[in-house]
């Protein structure tokens, strides 16, 4: 019998008024893989993240993730049942330091509630002493420790990325979704991020981004996935898609173009 995807998209569309910003779009994901979205501006990528994630109910279809159907759940159950995504934006609070950033990011999982902080109930304590912790696990994991008490505002735009990353994985995430990881930052940079990815997949974190600098996306992902329009037009291997002639005329262009 065939292992069950870990994220099952059927006939999934989104429309505002007349435009259909994701149409009919079927997919699956499987755990311990490296999955990419690709095509043009305006091709629904982002919308596509943002159905996955909660953000906004989808006009028809199914979203299903191991197996349960989460087709418009909030976005913080979503994230409680295990996915967690970052922003083409990088979006933390920057007065803050690195650390505070990363503890708001597992309190995801803590039960503690108002009555709690008013007599500073020892489950209160405890919990806090888990997120200080698991905020420094996952600020080791993307080597940022040396900047854990460093302010948002004082970093570099990679560094930020990284406490992207670091925020997401401090809710124990079992999929996490990156909004376009690479933009902004230099090659060298990307290769550093590119590693980053596989390490957390390599720790049993799986991962779909959408991403346009080709070059990376050659050579990460597993399986590829090309919107257009709103709808898919091609899925398979780097390889496959490199090479499919409905893809290069909608996107990818010569193969110098690819290559570049």
Request: glycine residues 8%; negative net charge; contains cysteine.
């Amino acid at each position: 019998m065939a292992e069950q995807p870990l994220l099952k998209i059927s006939n999934l569309t989104k429309r505002f008024g007349g435009l259909a910003a994701v149409n009919d779009v079927s997919v699956t994901f499987e755990a311990g893989k490296i999955n990419a979205i690709i095509g043009p501006n305006g091709a629904g990528k982002t919308t596509f993240f943002n159905l996955v994630a909660g953000a906004m109910p989808p006009s028809d279809g199914t979203i299903e993730f191991q197996g349960m159907d989460v087709t418009g759940m909030s976005p913080d159950r979503i994230a409680r049942l295990g996915i967690a995504r970052t922003f083409q934006t990088t979006m933390l609070f920057e007065q803050s330091t690195v650390l505070d950033n990363l503890i708001v990011g597992h309190r995801l999982r803590t039960q503690s509630r108002l009555w709690d902080v008013i007599i500073n109930s020892k489950r209160l304590r405890d919990e806090e002493k888990k997120c200080r912790a698991r905020a420094a696990e996952v600020l080791d994991f993307v080597g940022l420790s040396h900047l854990a008490n460093r302010f948002i505002l004082d970093i570099s735009q990679e560094e930020r990325k990284r406490v992207a990353f670091a925020l997401a994985m401090a809710t124990d995430p079992e999929l996490v979704l990156l909004d376009e990881p690479a933009g902004g930052i230099n090659p060298e940079e990307t290769e550093n991020l590119a590693s980053l990815i596989r390490k957390m997949v390599r720790h049993g974190i799986s991962v779909c981004l959408i991403e346009h600098k080709m070059d990376m996306i050659m050579s990460l992902a597993d399986k590829i996935m090309v919107l257009d329009h709103g709808e898919k037009i091609a899925e398979g291997t780097p390889e496959q898609i490199k090479n499919d002639p409905v893809v290069i005329e909608a996107y990818l262009g010569s193969d110098e173009d690819v290559e570049a």
